[in-house]
């Protein structure tokens, strides 16, 4: 295999490289190398692309942003001659890149349009989008607070209110009970996405549903950042997306609490009508139209499956 | 001051005797020894216990089963003549001190009686009045799980998980953001109380109230197992019940984080339409009864009020 | 035992004698007829009595109206002297059927005012409180509809609109699945209950809570009839109403459905943010007000098992 | 008929007295004097204070306020001697106003507490027992903010507002529609009520209800302000509060609007469940003890009509 | 008229042939047939289908399915020559069949992975598409439990509840009156549609609604199973689906019940808020989506209406 | 500038000319004459179009209708040669209109389908979307009713009224505080809009929201009459409507309440799941799909501005 596709399956396996972006554009740069260094004849060609496919989607089976990077590649890799080939490949690859970084550009430029001047936004975890449009409100000289949480068990808190500390935004950490109670002083709440399902359901960090819920029930507008490779297109034929668990340890030392069972669930799945908006490059839009995003993104794909 | 009052003030205001109830037997404790060894005349006496009294309460001034504890005393001492007084004082002492031991008794029977053979119980923190209810129904031979979340800043949910893995009861230990992930999985939420307001709202450890909303919304039963003495009679002319704050270190080194600030609140209202029921030591009770039960209990120090 | 306690306990588990008020009455009579024909001491009469209440409840230990019925009388037994324990049994036998009949017709003097002229009343089963409420209305001129339920599996449905019939009172039938479908040109429902539990949860017929709940959703006012025999003190000490479960054959013959497993559960439990407001001969009262109904009838009872 | 029953009768009918707590006052006045300037025999007397008794109630015979203070005092006055009744029906009609009295500034008290420092006030139409809580708050120096809406068709907002501005409050006027958007700048609702149903039901001026739903839709606490005597025992017994409409001209002239039916209705029923408590001179209650109030106030006359 | 229109058209009229699929494959095969057998020139031609449609959907007029059968081989008709007009018009009525054939299986497809392994579904009446996703899953090894209602009149639950017990599915059936009692036992609810209007309204066997309400209300997922030709293109010119009420001899006998008025809808509407997805063979979608697929199913007939 | 494009401008800010749908069409016909007329070079033309532009849109910026109709018109203007230009501005701007009149049109049909016979209407201002859907049912020959508020400050309703009046259709007028008290008498709920955002969120007449919120508390259907013209293009890029706030004088003159902050909101924002369907000439949809109504109709300028 090719040593990036390796490096890059490594680093995505033991979370170096982590955050459903990062993951996609570092795949995506992979496949693109291997690609280009390659030497051989056409059918092999296609077996390398397929083995470093199937390498880098084994390393975070549930990634949807890396599956779809992945695919988008493929998809559009013109077989007919070997430099053809390596070209498209290279074209769609770096079309990726671009698209990705231009995505979150007008994602913080769409969403801080919906962070009013004189709000208090609330967010959780440490998410590239909701933070572009936190980031690009204050540069529009908006006047705006942030409540942050401290998302355990990693605290990503942390990392998100040093950033808009340093950009001069004036931020609260709270503990994650406390979002509820905190909740009556919010005007918007803003969070990222791991994955959109077809019916419009948001899979996000633990805790995202209950900070949904209790903004529902606050009506406090709840906005979910999102590229458009975040929405799966497997959902479509009914697959669930899979919360992945992780190792107790990251919350505490099994040995400390003996006979005591840890759960560490990631994600969890916000229903639609907690949603009040996705922000995408291609707009805001209902979470009800993430089927219209798959298929108008995806298409393609589904038709093969289809068939 | 008497020395024992001294010493159980001092161990409420550093958090060494903490929790609801056992503050409230140390005080009653500490003012009945304050009582029993007074020399002097009859209005020293009274002087005494008001300076006790007055300073006890300072040491955690929004504690209600503190004030309720003395209060109960105050109103039962008999100041005829010292003798009486004295007498009278150290028996309503014992006698809080029994009832409030025999209320923790009572509501674990009836609350256990709540907790089906065979169901998965969510709790929070590390509530007696709870752990009461679980461990009777385990005791009677029902089947249970439970699951407890860690209850951030403090982590008192490892106690919890402790006390009942000890017992051999199957404890799962999660984060505070996983409660409404786990919720499907949950029959009946079972928590304690720090104060109950007139109008049936809970005040109890922060996060609870978004347990109770995640409750609602997934129509788990939600119980609050909580003793008379927790039920606030100034409430009831309207007085708001002080949610305290403490400080951010208890969360994280605020050096670690500069520049941003960081909010601790210690509790949560939970209003009444979340709680199902509220089990008592007089019995199970809907929520809105609490009024009721002041007058019933306190009513008498209300009518001074009015006066 | 005495042969009418023998005989009426017969019909009950026989469900010839059936309905809550029917089967305490029943009770009643049969309790007084066993005390005034005893022969013997006044140890043997407490026997005597005894036995008569243990038979009668098990014959259908979940009638919250029977025990209350029984007790009633047996707290109401003056045993200083046999004459005075046959006297006051039989008086209170007498006292306790009088003030369910006349609870039976005051319900349905209050309920008939909650039903306005011109308007049409959902019913389900066959209820004789919530008929009471009906047919007073009736006969005070108002100008009333009844959609009845077929209720299955025993159609009682059938004896309510047949009732109703014959009284010139337009009545309707329709399936139980047809109840949401109809549910928007209803103005009222009335219901009875079999048990009223401590926090307000309204036991009854199956298919209530669900009849409930689509008033609820289309904000029709949902009364429920119950005379205060129908309140459970011992939910007051945590105790779950049980709810029971009868024989397949009442649905269909399983031979017609080999393999296919049949369940036929009575009743069901409805919340009480579901219901408007109880009707009992004590007045209107908010479901959640149960704890002090319970308390002001069953009080001594209570204060006996607490102990 | 006694003149000053006579004058007060007209007063209420005309509206030039209105209000419910100075109907109440006024005619409790009426009776007094009526009572006090008696000539005749205890016969005479009886049959002249049910003479005004009458008369005064048809004046507006769906204000609770007007029996309750009248039948306040029958139920008083001693008949056993012509002195005795005279006095005794006297004393009463005092004892009534200077409860009256006592309550609004109780009420005011209690009230003034759910009103946090900060925070802004919406109302309806012209309450005293909420303006009296808004008022106290301001004296005990809290820097409120009210909004008061229009209130058509008689404008009683304008009045609110001029009463609030002369006393330095700022106040915001707005038309009755605009309620639900400016409901998300409101941290607390205080109105008035005319009469509270036994199952929590709160009656007021029209609008009342509209705005209690949009205070429940964003979870801004919902108060409602008012003196025991707006209680109503007759709903105890099923009775429904019948809701008065008025003439159309007071919406307009309806020549200016040939073939079009105009109707206006006085007030409107809001369900207990919009309502977070209703504060009485008795304390803060949850709507759903209604009943209990009303047992305690009127338990007597309750238990006549039972008879 | 061709005979076997004839006979199709008496089948769908008399419930010999009925269930949305079956209708709508038995019509496309009877025009089929008709345009095979034609013999006479191309107006003729044209005249005879549009006689053999008239009479077709005259037998069923509500049933969508039967329409969007007809129109879609109509549609597809070409009328250019004789000859390429039986062609075209059997060729189309052999899509249209194989198409429903496939699309039931792919919705089975889709539909099994919404239903996860350990999981008990409930469905009402007795849905081929529904049933094609639980014997899928089944099929797939997963181990799932069945909760089937009895669905009067019809009782076409036993059909259900035999078919899944043949194929080893342990299968529960209940009254409908029982559907909220056993909902807390129960992971997804699954059922078929008749006709799924634009806004996203699920119109299907009467009693649906009140399921979906109570799976709502207890959060458990609700999915809908509908084939694309079940989508009604009319609802998009603001049609409302007129709801079928037949004859109320399927319930009981009106001679039983003198002067009972007896109703029988067949149907109800499913307001969209309570349906979670609708899984079609074109992928799982929410329903607020229904006017895509209708318009992308449908377009070209809307056009025509809107000229 | 063209005489007519000032006249216009000049009538749309005094609010001689007002309603979305007549502002519109006044701009295109404006427009269309300004082309038709002008004389000189095509840059000139250009240059003189902009001119147009941008002073139409000055006098009245937050109006959606009054951009989308200018845009409409520049949008086809093709600028190859001047009398090009010139032919395409004028066929554009007549085809705005046609279209504008025909979407009445249809949009009246098809809400006529959605108020059944023997209905009652409630209505809210003046909308002729709204009233072109009454008019229709009514010219259909179905017996129909409508509530329309008076809708303050300006009183609309007083013209709605009449004109209903004037057709023979029974028309109830009501202050704007009785929408929730009458909500039960209604079957549906018609009204017009402003504005449709990319999420479906409705601006219309202020009141509108809370109307909205009574109807879905009551279950009433909640349908908004809107051509595709008021449907949002700048919202999918994140745009907030703008709600206009106008004179305190138009609600009472300021001098009369001194002190008094007076607030008057033009509009209000209804969320979307308050609203059951919006009808436009494109069919009934959802407003969950507003969206893609909007990418349909103004994909092209949206794609501009994303490049």
């Given at each position: 295999m090719h040593p990036k596709v390796k490096e890059v399956g490594e680093k995505i396996r033991s979370m170096e490289i982590r955050g459903a972006g990062r993951i996609a554009r570092a795949a995506a740069e992979a496949i693109k190398m291997c690609a280009l260094d390659y030497q051989g004849d056409l059918e092999g060609f296609r077996e390398c692309l397929k083995e470093a496919k199937n390498y880098l989607i084994s390393t975070r089976p549930t990634a949807v942003s890396l599956k779809n990077a992945i695919y988008y590649i493929l998809m559009r890799t013109d077989v007919r001659s070997l430099e053809e080939a390596k070209r498209?490949?290279?074209?769609?690859?770096?079309?990726?890149?671009?698209?990705?970084?231009?995505?979150l550009e007008r994602i913080g430029k769409y969403g801080a349009e919906r962070i009013p001047d004189g709000s208090t936004v609330m967010t959780h975890c440490n998410s590239s989008a909701a933070l572009s449009a936190i980031l690009t409100a204050h540069d529009q000289g908006k006047k705006i607070e942030v409540i942050a949480t401290e998302t355990r068990p990693w605290r990503q808190g942390y990392i998100t209110a040093k950033v808009l500390a340093k950009e001069g935004i004036p931020v609260t950490l709270i503990v994650d009970s406390a979002v509820r109670h905190f909740m009556k002083e919010v005007d918007v709440v803003a969070v990222g996405a791991d994955t959109i399902a077809s019916n419009g359901a948001v899979i996000n960090k633990i805790g995202t549903s209950q900070m949904a819920l209790a903004?529902?029930?606050?009506?406090?507008?709840?906005?979910?950042?999102?590229?458009?490779?975040?929405?799966?297109?497997?959902?479509?034929?009914?697959?669930l997306v899979v919360i992945e668990e992780r190792s107790p340890k990251e919350i505490v030392d099994p040995e400390e609490l003996p006979g005591v069972r840890i759960r560490n669930p990631v994600f969890d799945a916000t229903p639609p009508e907690y949603v009040d908006a996705i922000v995408t490059e291609k707009g805001v839009i209902s979470p009800y139209l993430a089927y219209e995003i798959i298929k108008e993104e995806f298409g393609a794909w589904i038709e093969r499956w289809w068939k």
């Open positions: 498209s490949a290279a074209r769609a690859a770096d079309e990726f890149i671009r698209n990705s970084e231009m995505a903004a529902h029930e606050a009506r406090v507008p709840f906005l979910v950042m999102a590229e458009t490779y975040k929405f799966s297109p497997e959902t479509v034929i009914g697959k």
